[in-house]
């Protein structure tokens, strides 16, 4: 037999009356992956997230972790992995330290040197109360509890916002260390740069469903340019996207042969014209916007 996936998904479906749940959602995560999870924000990604760890209920589908099925080996699944959630959440009069020492406790391990040396890097004040800390040291503190004990499987949804760049930086390099330990991490991300600096493959969700899962690389990988033109402000052509306007000037992505642009071109008043790649937003962004 061959090892487990630390995730399998398969067709977990969630829906909350009219507003949008996930639909139909499958894809696998290897052992040790770093594997980015894409989408705006309400495409689907936390609702995704708490159905595989079992903090809701989904309507149809399964999920296992690490081998185990989330639902039947609830308890086990949780004490091998490390989530942060979105959003942290602590009780507001405890101390920093008290936090993070009360994380471990529930999990019955000591992990006082893993949360020094995590609290160290990220510059955590461990004797101020969470109810006097900012967003960003707040997810600091959040991140450790996630760390502390050095799980098999790291679970993070949007773990960089509210992080100043220096942090942002120091959580990744935290990450590589211990991915190249033998740790699996599971990054819900709507940055693209962080999903395409940090992640070997990725899923895109969209609107609940899952749009292509697939390397980092065959997603950056389009035919379409971004071209600019100087001169005009009007042009008929598909498929165009992402076309923005100003009085003598025309920017786009297009996706079509090049060779009926430049037919399209000919004989128009044309000051400059620029045809490069596109940047990673805006070929995510052809995921993002497509029906």
Known sequence: MGVEKAIEIRSLT???GKNRGINEVSFEVERGEIFGFLGPNGAGKSTTIRCLLGLIKADSGSASILGMDTVKSHKEVLRKIGYMPSEAMFYPSMKVSEVIKFAADVRKM?????A???CERLKVDTKKRIDELSLGN???VSIVCAMQHKPELFIFDEPTSGLDPLMQAEFFALIKEYNQQGATCFLSS???SEVRKYCGRAAIIREGRLVRVDSIENLSHTNAKHVKISGINELSLEPMANVERTEDSLEFVY???INELLSALQGRSIKDLTIEEPSLEEIFMHYYDKE
């Open 14 to 16: 969630k829906t909350y």
């Open 110 to 114: 000591d992990c006082s040197q893993e």
């Open 116 to 118: 020094a040396k995590l």
């Open 138 to 140: 707040r997810k600091k």
């Open 190 to 192: 709507h940055v693209l």
């Open 255 to 257: 996706s079509g042969n």
